[in-house]
Nanobody
Framework: QVQLVESGGGLVQPGGSLRLSCAAS????????MSWYRQAPGKERELVAR????????TYEDSVKGRFTISRDNAKNTVYLQMNSLKPDDTAVYHC????????WGQGTQVTVSL
């Protein structure tokens, strides 16, 4: 079965960096686009970044452009989100996502940006 396991979240000061990882299993990872979403308290889940199956194409939500970078390693079945210049508004639970006829989600990893 499809499994997505996120890691790498934590508490970081404004301006700091974190690298999230999502280990995927149960499907042919190299054939599917992958996405990172986030959900802050009281807000709807929003798309942060998406990467094509080969990694040749990426898209970003406007507020993270120039600060976040999505990448993938198809040999390791893993997708990453490098987050730099973090802001308090980036505080959220970050989820990995793949669409294979339906949406599959990981359990999420908490990112908290605070002094």
């Amino acid at each position: 079965q499809v499994q997505l396991v996120e890691s790498g979240g934590g508490l970081v000061q404004p301006g700091g960096s974190l690298r999230l990882s999502c280990a995927a299993s149960g499907f042919s990872f190299r054939y599917y686009a992958m996405s990172w979403y986030r959900q802050a308290p009281g807000k709807e889940r929003e798309l942060v970044a998406r990467i094509s199956n080969t990694g040749s194409s990426t898209t970003y939500e406007d507020s993270v452009k120039g600060r976040f970078t999505i990448s993938r390693d198809n040999a390791k079945n893993t997708v990453y989100l490098q987050m730099n210049s973090l802001k308090p508004d980036d505080t959220a639970v970050y989820h990995c996502n793949v669409i294979i006829r339906t949406n599959f989600w990981g359990q999420g990893t908490q990112v908290t940006v605070s002094l």
